[in-house]
Nanobody
Framework: QLQASGGGLVQAGGSLRLSCAAS????????MGWFRQAPGKEREFVAA????????NYADSVKGRFTISRDNAKNTVYLQMNSLKPEDTAVYYC?????????????????WGQGTLVTVSS
C-alpha cells in the first residue's frame, strides 16, 4: 500500500518535503501523482510524474514552487514544496496508476495513500 509522510506545520515561505513509499508493491512501472484536499473543497491535482521520471505535470498554482521526483531504487516518490503559502494548507495524498502516465485527474489513478496534513501559517 501507499504511505504518505512528511506533512507538518510550517510558516509561509517555508519548505516541506513529502514522501510516498509503497509496501508490497514495486512502484517503478507506475505513474505517480500528488493531490490535495483542503477543508470544504474538492480534491485537486498537484503534481504527477511518469513511470520513468521523464515527464512531470504540475498544477498552475504550484508551478515553480513544487517539484515532484522519484527514486525507483527506494520505491519512493517525493514532493518538494518550497515558498509555501497559507492556501497550500490541505491533506496531501499520493496516488499510483498502473499505466505509468503522469495523470492529472483523480480517475487516472488506481491506488491511493492515506494522506498527510500540511498546514501553512501566515
Amino acid at each position: 500500500q501507499l504511505q504518505a509522510s512528511g506533512g507538518g506545520l510550517v510558516q509561509a515561505g517555508g519548505s516541506l518535503r513529502l514522501s510516498c513509499a509503497a509496501s508490497g508493491r514495486t512502484l517503478s512501472s507506475y505513474g505517480m501523482g500528488w493531490f490535495r484536499q483542503a477543508p470544504g473543497k474538492e480534491r485537486e491535482f498537484v503534481a504527477a510524474i511518469s513511470w520513468s521520471g521523464g515527464i512531470m505535470n504540475y498544477a498552475d498554482s504550484v508551478k515553480g514552487r513544487f517539484t515532484i521526483s522519484r527514486d525507483n531504487a527506494k520505491n519512493t516518490v517525493y514532493l518538494q514544496m518550497n515558498s509555501l503559502k497559507p492556501e497550500d494548507t490541505a491533506v496531501y495524498y499520493c496516488a499510483a496508476n498502473r499505466v505509468g502516465v503522469p495523470g492529472i485527474i483523480r480517475y487516472d489513478y488506481d491506488y491511493w495513500g492515506q494522506g498527510t496534513l500540511v498546514t501553512v501559517s501566515s
